[in-house]
């Protein structure tokens, strides 16, 4: 850890001491949190990098040797489907010397070649080929021991397809994360999700810091004047809000009921939903990185990539609970369905990057919680503020 961090910390102790008190009395993060480059790579350090972080989903890896480079705060990793199929991830460079190993999506047929001096790794990882290392025409040479210079593997975990990963690899057990989420949604079956498709999803990319979608997304308050249309049959009274202690919060809808064609036609639902969840849904931010929506026929999430302190990219990707849902006889509700949901978060942009632009003025200083309506939003804040002062 850089020798300036403790002193970005000190310099910043009264205003995060500030977020953890009771909501009637709190204050937001301070300004810097989504502005400055060096509290960015601060939050890396303490919080991206020191627990379970969200990096994209197994969708985007479908096939066995499928390799998708991504990124967490410009560190290079390495997301892939091994032969038997399993999602694993690893630090995407090469152990010679250092070229960035996989520098786009493709199709491995066995093994991971570094295109600067060809050598070459096994999906698990395992340094295969390192050809003319002891001069034209060999592959060894005396004191290197090819067993020690393989890919370097970071401890992964995968929920709902989701993908998520632990630097540290001192994180808690992912089970005992994952744990209140899965408590909390145990009418749905995880293993019957399928991802729509390419009709299934989108990326968005904004002009703001990671954490304002998290925040916003974790309130109902605005959705009168943000989501006129989705007001009209959600209203905001028909809302609730979910703030819990721990690493969650969001909101709830009991009148979750759009329509998506004329003709009756709907997706099947989750087999086996209590009353309850009919017509509801639920929204919630699984600190840090990563939203979920769920509902009786649909499921998504949200992976936030952050890009630097004023940069996020919103990766949506849309998941069903039957086969059925993903044939030709629905794609047309499949892609209206894409497009209602782009619609609503599209709607958010103006207010996430106008908070972007309001974090430059010294006039904020961190704001205001309404203890009726901004609860979730200000678990998020307890949360990070409590991270970063460890």
Same mark, same amino acid.
């Given at each position: ?9 000190? !310099? ?26 060096? +509290? ?38 390495? #997301? ?51 050809? +003319? ?11 290197? &021991? ?14 709902? &397809? ?16 994952? !744990? ?6 145990? !009418? +749905? ?9 390419? &009709? ?22 605005? #959705? ?48 086996? #939903? ?53 044939? &030709? ?34 006039? +904020? ?26």
């Amino acid at each position: 850890m850089s020798t300036w961090l403790p002193r970005e910390i000190e !310099a910043q102790r009264d205003a995060l001491q500030q977020v953890l008190n009771p909501i009637e009395q709190a204050c937001g993060l301070p300004n810097e949190a989504y502005t400055s480059e060096r +509290f960015a790579a601060l939050e890396r350090d303490r919080v991206l990098g020191r627990g379970w972080t969200c990096i994209g989903v197994g969708h985007w890896v479908p096939e066995p040797g499928d390799l998708r480079p991504v990124t967490l705060l410009g560190l290079p990793l390495l #997301l892939l489907r091994d032969r038997e199929g399993a999602v694993k991830v690893f630090h995407n460079v090469c152990s010679h010397r250092g070229v960035e190993l996989v520098p786009e999506a493709c199709r491995s047929k066995g093994l991971i070649r570094c295109r600067y001096h060809s050598w070459s790794y096994d999906l698990d990882g395992i340094l295969r080929a390192t050809p +003319f290392i002891g001069g034209p025409g060999t592959q060894d040479c005396a004191g290197f &021991d090819r067993a020690q210079h393989g890919l370097k593997r970071v401890r992964s975990a995968v929920w709902c &397809d989701a993908v998520f990963v632990d630097l540290s690899g001192e994180a808690e057990d992912f089970e005992h994360y994952i !744990a209140p989420l899965v408590k909390r949604w145990q !009418a +749905f079956d995880a293993a019957r999700l399928r991802h729509g498709g390419a &009709d299934s999803a989108f990326t968005i990319e904004l002009a703001c810091n990671w954490k304002l979608a998290v925040e916003n997304y974790c309130e109902a308050y605005h #959705l009168p004047w943000i989501h006129p249309s989705l007001n009209q049959y959600s209203r905001l009274e028909d809302h609730y809000n979910i703030a819990v202690e721990g690493h969650m919060a969001g909101q709830g809808s009991t009148a979750y009921r759009p329509t998506l064609s004329d003709d009756g036609r709907t997706f099947p639902e989750h087999p086996g #939903l209590p009353e309850s969840w009919q017509g509801s849904a639920e929204y919630l931010a699984l600190f840090p990185n990563v939203l979920f929506g769920v509902h009786a026929d649909h499921f998504y999430s949200v992976v936030l990539e952050p890009l630097g302190p004023d940069r996020t990219r919103e990766h949506f990707e849309i998941y069903y609970f039957d086969e059925a849902a993903l044939g &030709d006889e629905l794609a047309d509700l499949r892609a209206t369905n894409t497009h209602q949901w782009r619609g609503i978060f599209e709607e958010d942009r103006g207010v996430v990057e106008g908070m972007q632009a309001g974090r430059a003025s010294p006039a +904020f200083q961190g704001g205001v919680f309404s203890p009726a309506m901004d609860g979730p939003t200000h678990c998020f804040h307890q949360w990070m503020a409590s991270r970063l002062l460890g």
